[in-house]
């Protein structure tokens, strides 16, 4: 959903937004799945990933590889990941953190340079 209309139609303001926690992973995972939208195209494919009770948010396509990219503002531990990487095998994987790469500098990068 766009950020615009998901904070148009809250009555929270942007501060509240980001204190709750939940309410900003929706925000932060909707304006990544915006910027990966936005740079998809014939060499560059997206996708998402759910089987059972296992998910990744975003897998990027690029010929034959692929990226998994999983949005989690907190230091949890995601159970889809590994079971992607056992499937799959994909070239990188990446957990959207404050430790690592952050939702901040994919958003402002080409997503192909996660290859």
Known sequence: MNNALMGALSDENFDQSQGNKKRWGRLVESAVGAHLIAHQNDDLKLYYWNESNAEVDFVLQLGSKYVALEVKLSNDKVSGIGQFQKQFKPHK??????????????ISMDPRELF
């Open 93 to 106: 994987v990446y957990q959207l953190s404050e430790q690592g790469l952050s939702w901040q500098q994919l």
